[in-house]
C-alpha cells in the first residue's frame, strides 16, 4: 500500500506541470490522461499489480485444506522431511502440493492401517511422549465424574464381577493430543484375572481424555490412574 501512495503523489505532482505545459505538443492528450486519473481516483479503479506470494507471506505450494495423512498414497509422494525441533512433517507430492503438518494433525494418524509406510517411519521418529508435565491427562469433567463412571463400568459388567472381592489396580496408559488411549496395562496387581483385564477394558473402553500441557501446548504423555473394580 505504500507503494501505491508514492506513485499517486508523484503523479498528482507531476500532472498539473503537464496540464499547464502550453509548449507540449501533447497538450490535449495530457488534458484527457489528467481527466482519466481523477476519474479513476475518485472511483477507486486505479489498475494496480497483483502482489507476489511472497509480499503477502503466502506460499502457494502449500494447501489450504490438509488432507488427513493416511490419505495419502506413497506413489503420489516426492519427498518427506520433518522437523524435531518443530514437530512438523512436510510433504511434497509428485503434483507440486507441499503440505506441513503439525502435532495436532499428525497425531495418532499412524494407527490407520492405509498409512504409507515412509510417513508411518517419519512419524515414530519425531514423536514425543512424556512422563513428566506441567498439567498431567484428566479424565473429563475430573475425578467425581471418574468416580461415577466406574460404578457404571461395574454395574455393566456385574455379571462378570460376581461375588468377586472388589480389587484396586494401577493402570498405565498414553494420552494423545486429542484424548484417544493406546497401551493400556495393569503395572500394580497384574494377575491375570479378570478383573485384571476389567481394570483395562474400563480406561480402553472410556470417553477421550483430556491430554496433558506443557510450556502451554498441549503434547502426548503417559499417565496411571488407580482403578477400582468391584460392586
Not at 20 to 33: G, V, W
Not at 50 to 60: K, V
Not at 108 to 116: G, Q, R, V
Not at 128 to 149: D, H, I, L, N, S
Request: net charge neutral.
Amino acid at each position: 500500500m505504500a507503494g501505491r501512495i508514492v506513485n499517486f503523489e508523484m503523479i498528482i505532482q507531476i500532472l498539473p506541470i503537464l496540464y499547464y505545459s502550453h509548449h507540449n505538443s501533447s497538450h490535449m492528450a495530457l488534458k484527457t490522461l489528467l481527466i482519466a486519473f481523477l476519474f479513476c481516483t475518485a472511483t477507486n479503479k486505479l489498475p494496480v499489480s497483483n502482489p507476489t506470494a511472497a509480499e503477502i507471506n503466502i506460499n502457494p505450494a502449500i494447501q489450504d485444506t490438509l488432507p488427513p495423512l493416511h490419505t495419502l498414497k506413497k506413489r503420489e509422494i516426492d519427498k518427506i522431511s520433518t522437523s524435531f525441533e518443530n514437530q512438523t512433517i512436510s510433504i511434497l507430492l509428485k503434483s507440486g502440493a507441499k503440505y506441513i503438518y503439525h502435532p495436532m494433525d499428525w497425531d495418532f494418524e499412524d494407527h490407520y492401517p492405509s498409512i504409507a509406510k515412509p510417513i508411518q517411519d517419519s512419524l515414530r521418529n519425531i514423536e514425543m511422549t512424556f512422563t513428566r508435565v506441567e498439567q498431567p491427562p484428566v479424565f473429563p469433567g475430573g475425578e467425581e465424574a471418574w468416580e461415577k463412571y466406574i460404578r457404571e463400568f461395574c454395574q455393566i459388567h456385574k455379571k462378570e464381577i460376581g461375588k468377586q472381592k472388589s480389587a484396586e489396580f494401577e493402570v498405565e496408559f498414553k494420552v494423545h493430543l486429542h484424548g484417544q488411549i493406546e497401551n493400556v496395562q495393569v503395572i500394580v496387581n497384574k494377575d491375570g484375572s479378570l478383573l485384571s483385564k476389567l481394570a483395562e477394558d474400563a480406561i480402553k473402553n472410556g470417553p477421550l481424555w483430556v491430554p496433558a500441557v506443557q510450556n502451554g501446548r498441549k503434547v502426548v504423555a503417559r499417565e496411571k490412574k488407580l482403578v477400582k473394580i468391584g460392586l
